[in-house]
T-cell receptor, first 113, second 112 residues
Framework: NAGVTQTPKFRVLKTGQSMTLLCAQDMNHEYMYWYRQDPGMGLRLIHYSVGEGTTAKGEVPDGYNVSRLKKQNFLLGLESAAPSQTSVYFC????????????FGPGTRLTVT | AQSVTQPDIHITVSEGASLELRCNYS??????LFWYVQSPGQGLQLLLK??????LVQGIKGFEAEFKRSQSSFNLRKPSVHWSDAAEYFC??????????FGGGTRLMVKP
């Protein structure tokens, strides 16, 4: 049982390049989330999904797209990376029950030059 | 607006000393409240949570937190800090819907 995994762990992009971050969970969770973490700002929600085939915008969705084609995977895409997207990205998942406890992946450190 | 505030960006304590990390929220009702810890280079791990009932909640690693409605606070405490507690701590809340709102975090350093 690996929990929540993220691929890759580190990435450096040039401005304008695109990439996809992969999040996978093996806990059969319904809900999945993408956050970005910046110093002093805690974690901010980018997009989330309440089930396979569904996505919704969070607090800071601009410049990102997501897809949830399979229940266990949640992909975050950057179509044209910008230096402002330099951050650490975390994926999380949880059940649809009332516990609200989210389980986090180890993070992806992205640098855009 | 709904928000979570952690007033202390950095805190340094000596090993063996007691610890209190502050968390305040802004909301018209009682939210669901959480404390997470993030060790360097790691993801976040849940320490404890409060939904209702007893206002003093116990968590993992010897941490506890007390909910005070009158102060809109949910402060995290530990009676005796260990060097391994050095990490960043996040308070978070669910105000409505499915989303966690995080505070800005408090970085704890432990002096030997």
């Amino acid at each position: 049982n690996a929990g929540v995994t993220q691929t890759p762990k580190f990435r450096v992009l040039k401005t304008g390049q695109s990439m996809t971050l992969l999040c996978a969970q093996d806990m059969n969770h319904e809900y999945m989330y993408w956050y970005r973490q910046d110093p002093g700002m805690g974690l901010r929600l980018i997009h989330y999904s309440v089930g396979e085939g569904t996505t919704a915008k969070g607090e800071v969705p601009d410049g990102y797209n997501v897809s949830r084609l399979k229940k266990q995977n949640f992909l975050l895409g950057l179509e044209s990376a910008a230096p402002s997207q330099t951050s650490v990205y975390f994926c999380a998942s949880r059940t649809s029950g009332a516990s609200y406890e989210q389980y986090f992946g180890p993070g992806t450190r992205l640098t855009v030059t | 607006a709904q928000s979570v505030t952690q007033p202390d960006i950095h805190i340094t304590v000596s090993e063996g000393a007691s610890l209190e990390l502050r968390c305040n929220y802004s909301y018209g009702a009682t939210p669901y409240l959480f404390w997470y810890v993030q060790s360097p280079g790691q993801g976040l791990q849940l320490l404890l949570k409060y939904f209702s009932g007893d206002t003093l909640v116990q968590g993992i690693k010897g941490f506890e937190a007390e909910f005070k409605r009158s102060q809109s606070s949910f402060n995290l405490r530990k009676p005796s800090v260990h060097w391994s507690d050095a990490a960043e701590y996040f308070c978070a809340a669910v105000f409505a819907g499915n989303m966690l709102t995080f505070g800005g975090g408090t970085r704890l350093m432990v002096k030997p």
